[in-house]
């Protein structure tokens, strides 16, 4: 059965840069010349031709309206190149090192300096970054910013060594820029920033971008952002962040994000949008992030998560957390939760929040993991009130469950708790869904503050027109 549902993924097709000429009549700068300098020549609607090559250590404030191509091969660089290096006590050690980040955020226990921003490259590879010389070893280095030195293990000698010294590649709070066909990578972003920063600005458009190998976030996005045909990878903290309205996010791959290992409950991994309106997160292939897939979070509003295909994400594939209405529809989400455990090990997971309603999805869920799951917590706004599990239907789904079969709504408050039967009497729904499930697995059901079976979820007025499939 199984097997079978892995040819319901279509191939997603390939985003990332293409070969592809800048349009005729943009302004040429060449890799090494100041992208400032031309930009502040050139004023409010001019456009760019990033020629191909390796642009190092700039850092862009566009004017309104401007437009930034490249040409396939045009890499924004964070970093610098590192030459000189002496040796010390078994260490090579880098000088005249200055660079310094702001420090925000929480990290893994097991990755205590994962909001450090500065970062260590050779041949390509990030280094990690420890608290004490004492810590340096193979693949790791200590940054001594009162000597201004880096402290690393590995010899450098005949291998290209980076390290990074611009905390964004574009900034700026000017409206309806274009940023189309290059590759973005290196920067030393602080958390919750990103290497494109566009949150403070309106209408920012980002396409056919590889976006990489940067501190925290690839790309942060603000009202009216656009990001589509974009890789987005390798990116410290997370793929792309954002608050804002009108926010649409599409036809991109997202993987392999929070490599730095950033705390999964504070923000971290593939898509993490807050406070945000009418966002639509729309035919993305966002894939083995360290952390939730697509999450919403925080008063969010009227958000369309469809056409996904999300798999293999460390927490839950899709996330919609103490916010409001959202359609969840015709995604394919499997395998997701490999690092958590209990219901928090969810391929789709609603918490907190309502008027979602939960429609068309395939799901396929290890054993030992949950597909779609409620969850009411009895969470507090800042003014006081109670987020409500209420009004959320689920239904037309099919799920395959490699082993015990774990779904539902649970409630995680105290009997005495106003928001205590929530979840049985707030209007949430679970029809119509189809649960395939391996001959002689359990069905585990939550439903409020009790754990059902088949039989008892039907008695209790669910899954009328559900199907338990067994194979």
């Known amino acids: 059965m199984t097997g079978l549902l892995y040819g319901l993924a279509v191939a997603p097709a390939r985003s990332g840069v293409i070969d592809e000429p800048c349009p005729a009549g943009a302004i040429a700068i060449e890799a090494g010349a100041s992208i400032q300098a031309a930009v502040d020549r050139a004023g409010d609607g001019a456009a760019f031709c990033l020629k191909n090559g390796t642009h190092r250590a700039q850092a862009i404030r566009p004017r309104a309206r401007q437009r930034f191509y490249g040409e396939g091969r045009t890499i924004l660089n964070g970093s610098r ?11 090579w050690v880098a000088g005249n090192q200055h660079q310094l980040g702001r420090r925000l955020g ?8 994962c909001n450090l921003p500065e970062g260590l490259f050779i041949d390509d590879v990030a280094l990690v970054q420890v608290l004490a010389k004492t810590d340096v070893g193979p693949g790791r280095f200590y940054f001594d910013h009162a000597a201004s030195e880096i402290y690393f293990a590995d010899n450098p000698v005949g291998h290209k060594v980076e390290a990074t ?3 964004f590649a574009f900034e700026s709070r000017a409206p309806d820029v274009l940023i189309r066909n290059m590759t ?28 990489r190998l940067n501190s925290a976030a690839g790309v942060a996005a603000g009202s009216g952002t656009r990001v589509h045909d974009c890789n987005i990878h390798h990116n410290g903290q997370i793929g792309i962040t954002g608050v804002g309205h009108d926010v649409v996010i599409a036809r991109n791959e997202i993987w392999d994000n929070n490599t730095r290992q ?30 939730p897939g697509l999450w919403c979070d925080i008063e969010c509003r009227n958000v369309t998560y469809e056409d996904n295909l999300v798999e293999r994400n460390r927490d839950a594939g899709i996330f919609h957390e103490i916010s409001f209405s959202a359609i969840i529809r015709n995604n394919i989400v499997r395998h997701n939760g490999t690092g958590k455990t209990g219901l928090w090990g969810d391929n789709i ?10 429609v068309g999805n395939t799901l396929i869920v290890d054993d030992g993991k949950c597909g779609i799951v409620l969850v009411d917590q009895g969470r507090r706004t800042h003014s006081g009130a109670t987020y409500k599990t209420r009004n959320n239907k689920v239904h037309g789904n099919d799920t395959t469950f490699e082993g015990a079969a774990c779904a539902g709504a649970a409630s995680d408050v105290e009997p005495d708790d106003e928001n205590s039967l929530i979840i049985e009497n707030g209007n949430n729904l679970f029809d119509d869904n189809t649960y395939r ?11 409020g503050h009790a754990i059902l079976g088949w039989d008892e979820l039907r008695r209790a007025g669910l899954e009328q027109h559900g199907s338990l499939i067994n194979y």
């Open 184 to 211: 973005i990578e290196k920067y030393a972003s602080v958390a919750q920033k990103g290497a494109i920063q566009a949150q403070e600005a309106i209408g920012w458009i980002m396409e056919n971008c590889e976006v």
């Open 437 to 447: 499930v391996p001959r002689n697995a359990p069905v585990r059901f939550e439903w």
């Open 165 to 167: 010294v611009a905390s």
């Open 349 to 358: 997971l609603v918490a907190a929040s309502q008027d979602v309603e939960i």
């Open 262 to 291: 950033f705390s999964s409950n504070w923000e971290a991994g593939g898509v993490k949008l807050a406070v945000s309106e009418g966002v639509v997160l729309r035919g993305n292939y966002v894939h083995d992030n360290h952390g």
């Open 81 to 91: 190149l590192i030459t000189e290096f002496r040796q010390e006590n078994g260490y």
């Open 106 to 113: 929480s990290c893994a226990k097991e990755a205590p300096a």
